[in-house]
């Protein structure tokens, strides 16, 4: 059976599933083999809760002319992506980078949709299966996309760009994140780079902020779209950013108070902006959008949690956004303020280096409380009276009963594994 054939069928369906949890009456079902699981077993049961079709890579579980039986799931899925993005022929925005990328996505959602009929990746499902999904969830009704890619190993973002085909791209930025899998921080600016190659390649456009060097260098031979808070030859200047804690821009004579916390959000608000303009987007909508965009799921939140003050920042760590992290909670002008960290993931023989610079820079530059949480930090113990270790998080629950913070400003961040947001149980 062809592609086009297969997507004939698909396009009888409302939407394309992979969980038969989540199934909805008229869909199409892919089963996908998992690490503990063959999907495969489920097509019966996807057909019993509604679904239209199903396809599967097993004979063994074929139902009736309901089944489309393929060699691959998986590759079938990514075929069909394609396939479908190419029949739509839609402007498509994708971003990448090491940090802000579902920050940035949603910022860009909220402005664009000011004006266009936009579909967006839904939350971080920007892999080798969540591309995909994105690009069968959009319609004839879709006037923009915009694909979130994440990666953590080269040739990744090559990979997820043959399949979406992007007329835009944007990179957050290149920081010391997956460095495992990337092989350094020079391995993390050639794989993000990926989209600068497919941009070029195919005569494409690139949204660039002239602030970041790399970024800058990078797209020289692209066609390219900025911004700037620095250079006023730009398509788009950013007048004067403060954060206090939150993120106020001030862009064409206007004041944008926004519900970020932290000068690192200031370029994901910035670029939301440039492309907004650039899509023609009035400036007085955009304002609107940033200003009613409230994050959620543990990223850059402020909560009041008794008499104290959270800045919740536990959805994710690298060393690159706990630097920005701390540095934008040192400048803060709080009473009683406190760090409540915990171990970064995913960065291999490098890891206790890079925590230690953590623990080197505070013990440099902060005079209040620090806690550090999890085994890398507490490998790189050292003895100061505001300096607090602990090898795991079940450790530091033990204690957190007796801290008893009053009227304090804290600040929790550490990697998606730590799960630190259980710390406002105790709060």
């Known amino acids: 059976m062809t592609i086009q054939t297969i997507h004939n069928l698909f396009l009888k369906c409302t939407a394309v599933s992979i969980d038969t949890r989540k199934i909805e009456k008229g869909s199409f079902f892919v089963a996908i083999k998992g690490e503990r699981f063959d999907a495969n077993t489920f097509a019966q049961e996807a057909i019993e809760k509604g679904a239209y079709y199903v396809v599967i890579d097993n004979p063994a579980y074929f139902i009736d002319d309901r089944t489309i039986l393929v060699t691959d799931s998986l590759e079938t899925l990514q075929a069909l992506a394609q396939y479908h993005r190419d029949y739509l022929a839609l402007p498509i925005v994708a971003l990448t980078g090491s940090n802000g990328k579902t920050t940035t996505k949603e910022l860009i959602n909220v402005v664009l949709s000011k004006k266009y009929q936009v579909k967006a990746t839904v939350g971080n499902l920007n892999n080798h299966i969540g591309v995909p999904l994105t690009l069968l969830s959009f319609t004839k009704?879709?006037?923009?996309?915009?694909?979130?890619?994440?990666?953590?190993?080269?040739?990744?973002?090559?990979?997820?760009?043959?399949?979406?085909?992007p007329n835009y791209g944007y990179i957050t930025n290149f920081g010391k994140a997956h460095l495992e899998g990337f092989g350094g921080v020079e391995g993390v600016v050639k794989g993000k780079s990926e989209m600068y190659a497919y941009l070029q390649a195919n005569a494409m456009s690139a949204f660039v902020n002239l602030d970041d060097s790399i970024?800058?260098?990078?797209t020289e031979a692209i066609e390219r779209i900025t911004f700037s808070q620095t250079n006023r030859e730009t398509n788009l200047f950013i007048e004067s950013v403060v954060a206090n804690p939150f993120v106020q821009i001030r862009v064409g004579g206007l004041a944008i108070n926004s519900?970020?916390?932290?000068?690192?959000?200031?370029?994901?608000?910035?670029?939301?902006?440039?492309?907004?303009?650039?899509?023609?987007?009035?400036?007085?909508?955009?304002?609107?959008?940033?200003?009613?965009?409230?994050?959620?799921?543990?990223?850059?939140?402020?909560?009041?949690?008794?008499?104290?003050?959270?800045?919740?920042?536990?959805?994710?760590?690298?060393?690159?956004?706990m630097r920005v992290a701390l540095e934008n909670f040192i400048q803060l002008d709080k009473p009683n303020k406190n760090v409540i960290i915990g171990d970064m993931y995913e960065l291999g023989h490098e890891s206790l280096a890079e925590h230690k610079m953590i623990v080197d820079y505070l013990a440099d530059k902060a005079s209040f409380e620090c806690f550090f949480v999890g085994k890398d930090f507490y490998a790189n113990h050292v003895s100061r009276p505001n300096f607090h270790f602990f090898n795991s998080f079940e450790a530091f629950a033990k204690e957190l009963p007796k801290l008893q913070f009053n009227h304090a400003t804290l600040l929790i961040k550490g990697s998606r594994g730590m799960a630190l947001e259980r710390v406002l149980e105790y709060l």
Do not use: W
């Open 259 to 321: 519900h970020l916390i932290g000068l690192y959000n200031a370029n994901n608000i910035n670029a939301a902006l440039a492309i907004g303009n650039y899509f023609e987007v009035p400036l007085e909508d955009s304002k609107k959008a940033i200003e009613s965009y409230v994050p959620e799921n543990n990223r850059s939140q402020l909560l009041s949690k008794g008499t104290n003050e959270v800045i919740l920042d536990a959805y994710n760590a690298n060393p690159s956004s």
């Open 141 to 165: 009704d879709t006037q923009l996309g915009i694909v979130e890619m994440g990666a953590n190993h080269q040739q990744e973002i090559a990979f997820l760009c043959s399949i979406a085909k």
């Open 215 to 218: 970024q800058r260098d990078k």
